[in-house]
């Protein structure tokens, strides 16, 4: 039966009658529903919402209203006393469970002993299952056969055995309208007929200009990350910075630990967690002349420096991790740049380069207010002649600055593979405190001059997490509220406006 049958029932019902119950209607309850909805739409039937509480038999209680509970089952065939054993041979052989398993027997021999002793109707001597008292009715049967005169109480037991669920329905009493007609409905849809024959078109439903819009629902929204990884890639293109493709997520521990000068046994290598690569575990040997001149300024020293004194491993170097830091990005770029450049040509105008990039690393460390496993790190290098560590902490007070983080701070730190190094701290609002945002330094020279470098040019760099300095921007204190499943959705929202 469609919508427009029901229509015309309930039509053809409200000529002779002052109001009708939609439980009275044949039909799907959500088409009832539908035809209801759209008579109303055309003022052809007022409708008055009616709340009910429906019981609905489970299909167990479908079962017992067939054949009986299961305890007065069980009862029945106590003609003297039996095992489970025993009183499980003479189900099966019943209609009820010719098909059923072993264990749904067991199920149903447990649930009818427990609700018959219980209700005290069953009993145990001397190991076997007895009756108790004598039983004229199935009181369970009884009561889901008549329903609907059953008391509060007995309908909460029932529901308590799961045997019965109450569900709230709306119906509706139906009245005619200002506007009632029991000839066809309108028509919403216009044909080629209508068109032809304007006659045919007499019943074309009228636009309802009044009509309430649907809510706008929310479309998509950037997170508060990338409105910011926008905003840092923005200023370094505004200061002349080119990016560097930093998409490369697997690194092989030669370009993210060797080539920056940290050595393999040394705690500067513990310093870093790491998550090392089962498949592929091994990455391919860079250019032999450049890996050798790396071993020996690891092992016996060079380029004004001693080294580390200690053995170096090929095997160790091989090895694939998810990057600690994009710094092993800008390391590829330097050595590329050297192999591009002739230095013995080269005028100093060609060693000015400024390079960025905005990328994730990974570091397996503990989870905290202020840490993750999995972040943003934006790197920054910029090569020249002649370049101090002053020129470096007055780039990052203006690059901070754009950032809107006005009170930053340094504090001298230690990192292989530059020196002088800093960590670089911002004063947190919310929290009353500084918190550290990132690392820098000038690269040293057992990391460039094995590149092919000469002595006078000079790279500084740094490295800042992003999400740190939008936990400052916009006064979080845990960066879990930025970054995870605990993100409320609002604040996704909320943040296109947070610029």
Partial sequence: MGIEDIEAKILAALETADEIETTTLEGEYNEVIGAVKRLESFERIQIAPVQREEI?????????????????????????????????????????????????????????????????????????????????????????????????KEVAELKKRKLVTQKKTTHYTLKKGTMFSAAASTVSDITVDMLNNMELAKNLKKYNFNIVSTPSKYAGALHPLSIEREKVKNIFLQMGFEEMDAGKYIESSFWNFDALFQPQRHPARNEQDTFFMEDPANAKDPESEYLERVRMVHTVGGYGSSGYKAPWSLEESRKNVLRTHTTAVTTRLLYKLSQEIDFTKAQEHEYSRKYFSIDRVFRNETLDATHLAEFHQVEGIIMGVGLTISHLMGFMEEFFKNLGITKIKYKPAYNPYTEPSMEVFGYHEEMKRWMEIGNSGMFRPEMLLPMGYPENVRVIGWGISLERPVMIGRQMNNIRDLVGHRVDLSFIRNGLSKN
Avoid: C, W
């Fill in 56 to 152: 609905i038999v489970s299909r167990e209680g479908m079962d017992i209203v067939k054949y009986g509970s299961a305890e007065h089952i069980i009862y029945s065939l106590l003609e003297m006393p039996l095992d489970d054993l025993e009183l499980q041979t003479k189900l099966q052989g019943t209609e009820q469970f010719s098909e059923k398993t072993d264990k749904d027997i067991q199920e149903f021999i447990k649930r009818g002993k427990n609700n018959g002793m219980r209700m005290k109707i069953l009993t145990v001597r001397d190991g076997k299952l007895d009756r108790n008292q004598e039983v004229q009715s199935d009181t369970t049967q009884a009561q889901l056969k008549g329903i609907e005169g059953l008391s509060a």
